[in-house]
């Protein structure tokens, strides 16, 4: 019977009390299908043989499980050999029931579930070995497992099934739904457990769609979508309309139009109505039109006004209607005649007695559109000049550089006596634009103030009593070259000179002044850079009792560096024994450091190779003077330097078990939690050492800490702030040099930002490694899928079997913005908590995937750990012993007490009764919060 006491099938055997039992069990065949690892799960009840009287010594309280891989289904009559099948594992039970279990009826169900694979043929056989226990097998339960089909971001996800390495991802790209087109390439990583991680890319809608229940939906009548992406359909914009769906665009209504340039989200509009109030204003020398804009420009704001003109003949001789003919050619326009945005222009060279009719018309970006009529304006005027030109051919006598000698004479006897002569001049280049007049009584003038080698036009008219006469036709002229006399030149060389001479006064006062500012600055810097090795050579710590980190760059010898903060080693007390590695500069050893007196110290030796440049040895003795700066357990301890002989070598002490992440590799899963916290406490001593004296590290990872016999873990490798061009973990960054993308903060990667910040970040992925025993940060994803992750707000999940409060401290440290991020006392001081409360550790992460993947989605988990932190938290710990004395010891027993039970303790204070359960109130919904988050005790 099972537990609901409904009868049920089982396969049992209970053979205990007869020897050398081997019964077997076997399934038929299984289709392997996709799988490439499969499950077993098995529900079992077993007896114990204590409680079977009078049983031997042969009775079992195990069994086995073994498979077998074939192609095909065994054919009916082949002879069972056990040889055949493969043992998966020995089964055995967790509650067993006795004889008084079977008179109560109770069912004690065990549930086991194993791996079985990899599987490789088409099928398989399960088989059950019982070797002489008593035992029913309820049910067996068969599966893989797959990420199933999905839908993100637009894009469709096939089923997945996982790879066999359960530490590898596999890459799935992505196909855009119906109507949805690429804008990154959509992908997921399926997990091994069957979930999918890490979504990068995605599928916007495309023209006419609009997202809609995970699919693109077509735009209803009336409304558009003009561009692929995922926004909503618009409504058409004022005077158009759509009546299909999926429009891209809304066409105008009739009389409206849209530029060929307009947006689609513009408004349709029209032609302007005609300029208004149009009047001419006419003097000696020019017409003005003026007008005022339209009453209705028609929705836009190009509005611009183009001049058209006519000359209409008044002698017609036949006496019929005036011949007309464009006059736009004969005449300049000021500024110009078309695309005008003021609204008044000025008309010169008109004739005599001609009937000039102008056209102002106003148009904007859509008057060349449709069957508009054209938006004119119209004024017509009579010039009335006293007569044709007197003017005949306008010859040059002399020029020079800045003037010009003008001669002309008269072609007829005027109407009457001629009072003086206007003669009217420009640049030919700047016609266009302005022009000068000067007046004379004789038929001759000189015009001078011109400038040298340039082109000038010219007009003569006459003026009478009775008015002014047209203009003769344009004459054109040009300037000389400039060639000054003996006494220009004398001027010029004297102007010439002194300024030369003020000049170069001027520049060697500004180069004295500047050479000064430098010294003094030199000095002042020289000053400052010895006072502060002063300090640190003579044991002067700042206020946090720390010493200051002094940079070797700030050294003009590097050398100088080397020698105040390292020791020089003779050669001979070193006893190089073998080559245990290649560094970036040479080969590196392990060996003796013999001193006498004295123990032999064991030490690693990296060695300078041969023909190297002077650059690459003060590099490589770069990192031995900052090392030399550094005191502390956890940092790794520089002995000394070989500089006067070859090879040039810096000598550290000797980590036993070297890097750790390749440590942790070789020892995957045989750590308890509290060991691997103890490593990761050795790591935040040292950054938080470099952090006190102001030493950014800038490449803190798994690889470049060291761990000693006793599992000691120190910070070692300080040649970052070079460039890595050797690191096959780096990537190119915007400075041209390299950095490790995976390790690195965001605003580093962006912006070249370091910081003890950006330290704290490359922390959170060594504890990601540690908690993971060396695996690889986001797998097999690219450092460009990396950096485009963090920018979404994806973060590593916690490792399998990872504690809550680690992966929370993770979280924190890998917030997007550096000031909310902990610093390195915080984090020293969390996990001093955690180590003296070791039952805190035992709440693990149990579905990593409902974990949140953003610091920004997470609740407000508290960083307390104990009934004190939480008391300290809120400054209540001064009832510390009334809760102890209750019997209230941990977070989740208080999460249950009302305020009686705070008075009952001996809360008196009515303030402090009010703020204890306001927190307490606040910590019932965080603990919920964590239950929901698929975390388990």
């Known amino acids: 019977m099972d537990e609901q006491n409904r009868p049920i099938h089982t396969f049992q055997v209970c053979h205990v009390m007869e020897p050398n039992q081997n019964n077997w069990l076997r399934s038929g065949w299984i289709q392997r299908q996709a799988a490439q690892k499969v499950y077993v799960e098995l529900r079992f009840t077993l007896r114990d043989c204590n409680s079977i009287p009078w049983v031997s010594g042969t009775c079992k309280e195990t069994f086995n499980l073994f498979y077998l ?120 990583y399926c997990g091994a457990d069957g979930d999918w991680l890490v979504p990068l890319g995605r599928c916007v809608c495309s023209i006419g769609h609009e997202e809609m229940d995970g699919y693109c939906q077509a735009c209803q ?90 000359r209409c003949d008044s002698n017609n001789e036949d006496g019929g209607a005036p011949q007309c003919e464009p006059c ?53 005027i009579t010039t009335h000049q006293t007569g044709p030109s007197l003017i005949g051919v306008v010859r040059k006598d002399w020029a020079t550089h800045n003037s010009i000698a003008l001669s002309w004479t008269e072609v007829e006897q005027p109407p009457s006596d001629i009072v003086d002569y206007e003669v009217k001049y420009y640049e030919k280049e700047q016609e266009q634009l302005s022009y000068s007049s000067t007046r004379t009584k004789a038929p001759s003038v000189v015009v001078s103030g011109l400038r040298p080698s340039t082109l000038y036009v010219f007009h003569v008219r006459a003026r009478t009593v009775a008015g002014h006469t047209a203009y003769s036709p344009k004459f054109e002229f040009e300037t000389a070259d400039e060639d000054p006399d003996m006494a220009d030149h004398g001027q010029v060389l004297v ?56 940079d070797p760059d700030t050294y003009e010898d590097p050398t100088q560096a080397v020698q105040e903060f390292t020791k020089e080693i003779d050669p001979s007390r070193i006893c190089i024994e073998r080559v245990i590695g290649a560094g970036e500069f040479g080969e ?56 006067k002989s070859r090879p040039v070598m810096i000598v550290v002490e000797y980590m036993e078990n070297g890097a750790l992440d390749s440590f942790l590799r070789a020892h995957d899963g045989q750590f308890t939690a509290i060991q691997l916290v103890g490593m990761l406490r050795g790591i935040a001593v040292g950054m938080t050492y470099l952090a006190d004296i102001g030493y950014i590290h800038r490449d803190l990872a798994a690889r470049n800490i060291l761990v000693d016999e006793s ?65 690889r940060p986001y797998w097999e994803m690219s450092n ?32 997007k913005e550096r000031v909310q991020r902990p610093n390195f006392s915080e984090i020293l001081t969390f996990l001093d908590k955690l180590i003296r409360n070791p039952s805190s550790l035992l709440t693990v992460v149990n579905n990593v995937h409902s974990y949140p993947e953003s610091p920004e989605d997470m609740p407000d988990y508290p960083l307390f750990i104990s009934i004190g932190d939480w008391l300290d938290s809120i400054k209540m710990s001064q009832y510390k012993n009334n809760f102890l004395a209750a019997g209230y010891t ?41 239950q929901q988050s698929g975390f388990q005790v």
Not at 890 to 907: A, Y
């Open 711 to 775: 599992l000691i873990c120190k910070v070692s490798d300080f040649g970052m702030s070079r460039v890595l061009e050797d690191d096959p973990e780096a990537a190119y960054t915007t400075t041209g040099g390299k950095i490790p993308i995976r390790w690195t903060a965001p605003e580093a990667i962006t912006y070249g930002k370091f910081s003890s910040a950006s330290d704290v970040w490359s922390y959170g992925i060594a504890m990601w490694e540690v908690m993971s025993y060396g695996e």
């Open 328 to 380: 736009e050619s004969d005449l300049r326009f000021i500024p110009r005649p078309l695309g005008l945005s003021g609204t008044s222009v000025a008309v010169l060279d008109f004739a005599m007695h001609t009937n000039y009719t102008f056209h102002v018309e106003a148009v904007n970006g859509v008057s060349g559109l449709g069957i508009a009529a054209r938006s004119l304006a119209n004024v017509t």
């Open 495 to 550: 102007v010439v000179t002194a300024s030369v001479g003020g000049f170069s006064l001027l520049v060697i006062l500004t180069l004295f002044l500047l050479i000064t500012g430098r010294c003094q600055g030199y000095i002042k810097a020289r000053m400052k850079s010895e006072e502060k090795r002063t300090r640190f050579q003579s044991g002067h710590v700042p206020f946090s009792g720390i010493k200051t980190y002094v």
């Open 890 to 930: 941990t977070l989740d027993s208080i999460s249950t007490m009302s305020i009686d039970d705070i008075r009952r303790i001996g809360v008196c204070l009515i303030g402090h009764q009010r703020r204890i359960i306001s927190s307490i109130q606040s910590l019932r919904l965080q603990l919920h919060h964590i």
């Open 221 to 310: 009548p009336g409304f558009y979508k003009a561009y692929a992406g995922n926004i909503k359909c618009s409504k058409c914009p004022l005077h158009s309309s759509s009546h299909d769906q999926a429009a891209t665009i809304c066409h105008c209504d009739k009389g409206y139009y849209r530029a060929i340039k307009d947006p689609s989200n513009m408004a349709c509009t029209r032609p302007p109505s005609a300029p208004r109030n149009l009047i001419s204003v006419v003097n000696d020398t020019a017409l003005f039109l003026q007008w005022t804009p339209p009453s209705d420009t028609g929705g836009r704001k190009d509005l611009t006004y183009n001049i058209l003109c006519q």
């Open 784 to 815: 460009q899928d990396v950096i485009l992750s963090i920018e979404e707000g994806y973060r590593l999940p916690a490792p399998m079997g990872c504690p809550v409060a680690l992966h929370q401290l993770m979280m924190h440290c890998w917030q």
């Open 69 to 188: 891989q074939t192609d095909e289904p065994l054919p009916l009559g082949t002879r069972f050999r056990s040889s055949d099948y493969a043992k998966v594992d020995t089964i055995a039970a967790d509650e067993s029931f006795t004889q008084t279990d079977l008179g109560d009826r109770v069912l004690r169900l065990n549930t086991e579930v194993r791996e079985v694979g990899p599987v490789t043929r088409k099928g398989f056989y399960l088989a059950f070995q019982d070797v002489g226990a008593c035992i029913a097998l309820v049910s067996v339960k068969v599966f893989y497992k797959r990420c199933p089909s999905t839908l993100r971001n637009l894009a469709a996800f096939p089923d997945t099934v996982p790879r066999l390495d359960s530490s590898s991802l596999v890459e799935v790209r992505g196909a855009c739904v119906e109507n949805a087109e690429e804008r990154d390439t959509p992908k997921l």
């Open 588 to 643: 590196v050893c392990s060996g003796l450091l013999r001193t006498p007196g004295k123990a032999d110290i064991a030490v690693a030796i990296k060695t300078l190779k041969g023909g190297y440049m002077e650059q690459q040895r003060r590099d490589f003795l770069r990192e031995a003077s900052i090392m030399g700066q550094f005191n502390n357990p956890n940092i790794i301890r520089l002995e000394g330097v070989v500089t």
